[in-house]
């Protein structure tokens, strides 16, 4: 799992728009069995994912428990071109937040 | 010894609670909205049908059902061996959309997810959720101009995740 600890963004231009991948590394936990037992102790999950271009605010995604563990989001955005700067924030249920950002190539 | 006074209280009380219902009815409808666009909406991830999750986060559930959106869920589509990690890949021909929202009917709480865009988001937004085990209809639901549109797309699930 070594390579997997650092969330993960690329973004690359084609043509007409720039292609955005992220890959965040978060349990995603529910608390709920397998089972789907209603208990919700142990709830840890991403609930806010924003991404800025060039500090431009661009995407919003609200997540609940029922987002896959390590979250992935591909997208697209009109236009851009090499050297945009792509950033991605996101905070979870417990205030625990991370950044990461990347330029367009 | 029903006395005429009792039975004014009785429609008394009655009317007083369906006021009170009614104004709470309008202000949740009005005040929703404004209140999702400022953070997490949590009556959106907590609600348990898709009804509930559709007022909380569209403030409405009127649905034009309609094949400008286009959507696919795992591969292969239809049966799915691993719930924990489902591919979703939601398309769309409509200009000015707002918001895209991913619910699983049998998941315990619908809304898995929810995008709001700007005008510079293209699609198709792709990501990946978990489903309960069993069937069950993944619907993509898209606000365009005001209206919603809807889509879905029933699946299987062996082994289910635990959304």
Redesign the interface.
């Given at each position: 799992m070594s390579m997997l600890e650092q969330d993960r963004l690329r973004a690359t231009l084609r043509v007409g728009?720039t292609a955005v991948r992220v890959l965040l590394i978060h349990p995603m936990t529910?608390g709920?069995?397998?089972n789907?037992s209603?208990a919700v102790s142990g709830l840890h999950f991403i609930?806010?994912i924003r991404c800025w271009?060039n500090d431009?605010?661009?995407?919003?995604?609200?997540?609940?428990?029922?987002?896959?563990?390590n979250?992935?989001?591909?997208?697209?955005?009109?236009?851009g071109e090499i050297g945009d700067k792509i950033k991605v924030r996101w905070v979870d249920n417990m205030g625990q937040k991370g950044v990461v950002e990347t330029l367009v190539n | 010894m029903t006395s005429p006074y009792r039975l004014e209280r009785r429609t008394v009380l009655k009317q007083f609670i369906s006021a009170t219902t009614l104004a709470m009815v309008a202000t949740s409808g009005l005040l929703l909205p404004q209140r999702v666009l400022a953070h997490w909406p949590s009556d959106a991830f907590t609600a348990e049908t898709v009804e509930d999750v559709l007022l909380a986060l569209m403030g409405q559930a009127d649905i034009a059902e309609d094949n400008a959106v286009t959507f696919a869920v795992g591969k292969p589509t239809k049966l799915i061996t691993d719930g924990q990690s489902v591919t979703v890949e939601i398309t769309s021909s409509l200009a000015n959309i707002e918001r895209v929202a991913v619910l699983v009917d049998n998941n315990p709480n619908p809304l898995a997810m929810s995008f709001d865009l700007t005008s510079s988001v293209m699609m198709p937004l792709k990501s990946r959720i978990k489903i309960v085990e069993g069937e069950s209809k993944v619907i993509a639901v898209i606000r365009a101009e005001g209206k919603l549109y809807k889509t879905s797309r029933d699946v299987r699930v062996y082994a289910g995740g635990n959304p």
């Open positions: 728009h529910s709920r069995s397998v789907n209603p609930q806010d271009r431009e605010p661009m995407l919003e995604v609200k997540c609940g428990s029922a987002t896959a563990e979250p992935y989001f591909a997208f697209r955005l009109m236009e | -």
